[in-house]
């Protein structure tokens, strides 16, 4: 059984950080690209970053220079290191598991909530 597992949300204040933690099983951690995307109250999901197996990231634009993503394959955890957070930071944010080699698998975890007050 696949599990995405995602915690370390909160509400916080503009400008302080938060430390994501997405843990996973049932899946082969080390062969799955790792993102984190990102849902507004009436908006789309968006990619805030993903991390491929071989570590290469990617970030979207608006959070470049305050968020950071990485991984350990040892514990099969992908994390994401949100600094200077602003109010429009506030979404909830789930964990991605993309295996873009065969069998092309993709997995969500449920979700943590973000708030940052102003």
């Known amino acids: 059984q696949v599990q995405l597992v995602e915690s370390g949300g909160g509400l916080v204040q503009a400008g302080e950080s938060l430390r994501l933690s997405c843990v996973t099983s049932?899946?082969?951690?080390?062969?799955?690209?790792m993102g984190w995307y990102r849902q507004a109250p009436g908006k789309q999901r968006e990619l805030v970053a993903n991390?491929?197996?071989?570590?290469?990231?990617n970030y979207a634009d608006p959070v470049k220079g305050r968020f950071t993503i990485s991984r350990d394959n040892a514990k099969n955890t992908v994390y994401l290191q949100m600094d200077s957070l602003k109010p429009e930071d506030t979404a909830v944010y789930s964990c991605?598991?993309?295996?873009?080699?065969?069998?092309?698998?993709?997995?969500w975890g449920q979700g943590t909530q973000v708030t940052v007050s102003s």
């Open positions: 991605n598991a993309q295996r873009t080699t065969w069998p092309g698998t993709n997995y």
């Open positions: 049932g899946i082969i951690f080390r062969l799955q690209t």
């Open positions: 991390i491929s197996p071989g570590g290469t990231t």
